[in-house]
């Protein structure tokens, strides 16, 4: 069994600064590609950021150059830094990743339950 805790959410005023934080643990062999989510009311769940195993980044339109994707691979986690924060950066964030197991050969991807970031005006 596999799961991915996420941390870090909160309350900030517009223009401030988070950082999420994201924990896989259980029978893990590896991870491939890392991600975050988001998910506003009333709105669809979107990709914010994503990384993969050798660290390649990709970002959203509406994130880039605010928001920074990293990993440590010895501790199974994600983390994401957002500054420059904007009250439509509000959402439940949820984390993403693509594991392997030990013995498999294939990956299978898990979410995490989210973690909710408001930011007021």
């Known amino acids: 069994q596999v799961q991915l805790v996420e941390s870090g959410g909160g309350l900030v005023q517009a223009g401030g600064s988070l950082r999420l934080s994201c924990a896989a643990s259980?029978?893990?062999?590896?991870?491939?590609?890392m991600g975050w989510y988001r998910q506003a009311p009333g709105k669809q769940r979107e990709l914010v950021a994503g990384?993969?195993?050798?660290?390649?980044?990709n970002y959203a339109d509406s994130v880039k150059g605010r928001f920074t994707i990293s990993r440590d691979n010895a501790r199974n986690a994600v983390y994401l830094q957002m500054n420059s924060l904007k009250p439509e950066d509000a959402a439940v964030y949820y984390c993403?990743?693509?594991?392997?197991?030990?013995?498999?050969?294939?990956?299978?991807?898990?979410w995490g339950k989210g973690t909710l970031v408001t930011v007021s005006a």
């Open positions: 990384i993969t195993s050798s660290g390649r980044t």
């Open positions: 993403n990743a693509d594991i392997k197991g030990p013995g498999l050969n294939y990956a299978i991807n898990y």
């Open positions: 259980g029978r893990i062999f590896s991870i491939n590609a």
